[in-house]
C-alpha cells in the first residue's frame, strides 16, 4: 500500500511513522508514506495556500490551485483508489471504513485546514470525506495520523501475531474481552480462575460471555440497542 498525504505541515505527520509498528511495517516494504507539503506547489513568490473567502465572513479558505497541481502531479504517475479529504464534517471514521481502506493500493489524504478547502476541490477531487469524530482539530493532520495507523495495522504481515487484528474490540462490531498476564495474584486481586484452568474451549467461551456482557453494558449502541 501506498499513501500520499497532503499537507501545510508536514512536521506534525514525520514522528507518527518513525516509531513502533508503522516504523517498522515501512522498513518491511509492506507501507509507503509520502508527505507532500502544499507550498511546495504555490507558484506565486509569497507562497499563498490560503486566501479570504467570496462573500466575506471569518476564517481563511485553502486554495483549489496548489492543491489541483499536487494531485494532478501524484495521478500522473500511478492509478489512485481513493482522494480522501480529512475534515470534521466528513463521514465518521470506523472500524468498517478502516478494514476496507487496509485493502486499497494507493490512497491519498489531503488534510484541511483554516476553514477547509475551496468546495470545488470537493466536487472534483475528493472521492472520501473522514471525520474521526465529533469535536474540532486545528488541521487535518493528527486525524490523518489515527487513520493511517488504524489501516496499517489491518495490512497481512504489520502485526507479529496474524491474528491479534481479528481479536480487536469492534472487529465483530463487538467490545475486546478484559485480558491479565503475571502475576495471577497481585495484593490479593486475582485473575478469574477460568483463564489459568487450560481449558481452551471453555476460555474461549468465557471470552465470547464477556465480550457480549462488556458490549451490552458499555455500548449497547453497537448491539442495534439503546
Ligand atoms: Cl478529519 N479534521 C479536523 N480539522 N477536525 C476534526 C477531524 C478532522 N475529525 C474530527 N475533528
Not at 84 to 107: C, H, V, W
Not at 219 to 225: A, C, K, S, T
Request: aromatic share 8%; charged share 30%; glycine share 8%.
Amino acid at each position: 500500500m501506498r499513501i500520499d498525504i497532503i499537507t501545510v505541515v508536514p512536521d506534525i505527520l514525520t514522528s507518527p511513522f518513525e516509531v513502533s509498528i508503522l516504523k517498522r511495517a515501512i522498513e518491511k516494504g509492506l507501507v509507503e508514506i509520502h508527505l507532500h507539503n502544499l507550498r511546495d506547489y504555490v507558484t506565486d513568490n509569497y507562497k499563498q495556500i490560503d486566501d479570504y473567502q467570496f462573500g466575506g465572513g471569518a476564517g481563511m479558505v485553502m486554495m483549489i490551485e496548489p492543491i489541483d497541481k499536487c494531485i494532478t502531479d501524484l495521478k500522473s504517475q500511478r492509478d489512485y483508489d481513493e482522494v480522501i479529504y480529512m475534515t470534521p464534517d466528513g463521514d465518521k471514521f470506523d472500524q468498517r471504513t478502516a478494514n476496507t481502506l487496509s485493502l486499497k493500493e494507493n490512497i491519498i489524504i489531503l488534510c484541511g485546514h483554516y476553514k477547509g478547502v475551496d468546495q470545488r476541490v470537493r466536487d472534483h477531487f475528493v472521492t472520501k470525506e473522514i471525520s474521526i469524530g465529533d469535536y474540532v482539530l486545528s488541521g487535518g493532520e493528527l486525524a490523518a495520523a489515527v487513520v493511517c495507523d488504524s489501516i496499517i495495522r489491518l495490512i497481512p504481515g504489520v502485526l507479529g501475531n496474524e491474528t491479534s487484528a481479528l481479536t480487536d474490540s469492534f472487529q465483530d462490531d463487538l467490545l475486546a474481552p478484559p485480558v491479565y498476564t503475571r502475576p495471577a495474584d497481585y495484593k490479593g486481586w486475582k485473575v478469574p480462575e477460568i483463564l489459568t484452568s487450560g481449558n481452551f474451549p471453555k476460555i474461549e467461551s468465557w471470552r465470547e460471555d464477556q465480550s457480549y456482557e462488556r458490549t451490552k453494558k458499555l455500548r449497547p449502541d453497537l448491539l442495534g440497542e439503546e
